[in-house]
């Protein structure tokens, strides 16, 4: 038996040379003068394994985030690409083409309006936007506004418009209870009379009320402005009645005096 430094040997007689073979942590090996022996093999510390790495939640997190960008961005993306692709896919918009008309009214000087925008006054042209309805009102003191709806073109004529004229109209002011009459007659509405759109003749307005004087008017056209209204304001005076004279007492009557002589007083 041979030992060497905590190691021990187990010598193997025979010439042979047997291969190098691990057996139960030993090697063989061929030591010199032919003898074949076995090296115990030297077993060295093992390290320790490597802890276990702290589990992270960072993978988990950025997985939520990712997965709520998929779910609110895409659909919006999405709908913002079919978008474009619909409007580069729709043919452009047509260009407006506008066109001038001529208005012309009877009688001149109407008021030509779209909506509350006053365009001009007639005779004149206005500028609208062509195969597009559109409306204008013509308006002018004295006549009755006329609303004209029509669609405009390339190289339509004129319009040629004519204003009806507008009724006279008399308000009549009077006291409470008074009676108003004109030409005679008794208005519902004291407040708006029509007259008509001609007056032929001149009004007559009378205002009675018992205990004042009547009042009487006559107008005729030239009174009524350019918007065809006149008003009448009744003032009534009352009637002052005559004082009776005051009633006076008798005279008294004379004494009679008696005939004769006068008795001569006894006294």
Request: hydrophobic share 45%; proline share 10%.
């Amino acid at each position: 038996m041979l030992q060497t430094s905590n190691m021990e040997l187990r010598v193997i007689e025979g010439g042979g040379q047997p291969a190098a073979n691990r057996h139960f942590g030993v090697t063989v090996v061929s030591l010199p003068g032919g003898i074949s022996g076995i090296v115990a093999k030297a077993k060295l510390p093992q390290r320790p394994p490597a802890p276990p790495e702290p589990r992270s939640f960072f993978l988990p997190i950025a997985g939520v985030i990712i997965a709520a960008f998929a779910l609110v961005a895409m659909p919006a993306l999405s709908a913002a690409a079919n978008h474009e692709a619909e409007a580069e896919a729709a043919p452009p918009a047509a260009e407006e083409v506008k066109v001038t008309v001529a208005v012309h009214s009877t009688p001149e000087g109407a008021a030509v309006k779209r909506g509350d925008e006053t365009l001009c006054t007639t005779p004149c042209d206005v500028e609208l936007t062509a195969d597009e309805e559109a409306e204008l009102h013509l308006e002018m003191d004295g006549f009755v506004t006329l609303a004209h709806t029509f669609t405009p073109v390339t190289g339509a004529e004129p319009l040629a418009l004519t204003l009806e004229a507008a009724a006279y109209q008399l308000a009549v002011e009077a006291p409470e209870g008074a009676t108003v009459t004109v030409n005679g007659e008794t208005p519902e509405n004291a407040a708006e009379i029509d007259l008509g759109a001609e007056l032929a003749e001149d009004v007559e307005v009378v205002v009675s009320q018992r205990g004042f004087r009547t009042f009487r008017a006559t107008l005729n056209a030239a009174e009524f402005g350019d918007d065809r209204r006149h008003a009448v304001t009744a003032e009534l005076a009352p009637v002052r009645r005559a004082a009776r004279p005051a009633a006076t007492a008798p005279a008294p009557e004379p004494a009679v005096e008696p005939e004769g002589p006068v008795p001569a007083n006894p006294f």
